[in-house]
């Protein structure tokens, strides 16, 4: 059932939750009454951009799973939440849209953040890559591995 809606060009970022941990002890020490950090609000990301295609995949093999092949285009795709918008407010199909045009249009928009602030007044770096994160999420989907910590 799911299908990727790809545009050329888009790129995305993702953070494996250790580096956000690290992130948020970076931030409680750094916090003190007149530091540079307090009451700002920082990006943390791997700092890695890519297709979305190539994260989604990657989180599919690593719980054995078959990679989603089909893509629509983001014209289509807006063109069908907008459809499942209209039979959602018809009434004739109760809970939400399965796909809305802000969905739509989110999927096929980039979103990546500049970093620098958190590096500059936190000292934070991410720490594991993404692809060790995926590494790791296979790993905890096989039945004979230790919790990962």
Request: glycine share 8%; proline share 6%.
């Amino acid at each position: 059932k799911l299908k990727l809606i790809k545009r050329a060009g888009t790129r995305i970022d993702a953070t494996y939750i250790d580096n956000v941990i690290d992130a948020h002890i970076a931030a409680f020490d750094s916090l003190s009454i007149g530091s540079t950090c307090s009451g700002k609000t920082y990006f943390i990301a791997n700092d890695e951009p890519m297709a979305p295609h190539q994260l989604i995949g990657g989180i599919l093999q690593a719980a054995g799973l078959d990679p989603v092949e089909p893509t629509i285009s983001p014209a289509t795709a807006w063109a069908l939440g907008a459809v499942l918008e209209w039979v959602h407010r018809t009434g004739f199909w109760s809970g939400e849209p399965l796909l809305t045009r802000f969905i739509a249009r989110q999927l096929a928009t980039s979103h990546w953040f500049d970093l620098s602030a958190a590096r500059r007044d936190l000292g934070w770096e991410p720490r594991i890559s993404t692809e060790q994160g995926l590494q790791r999420l296979a790993k905890s989907f096989s039945p004979t591995s230790e919790p990962v910590l």
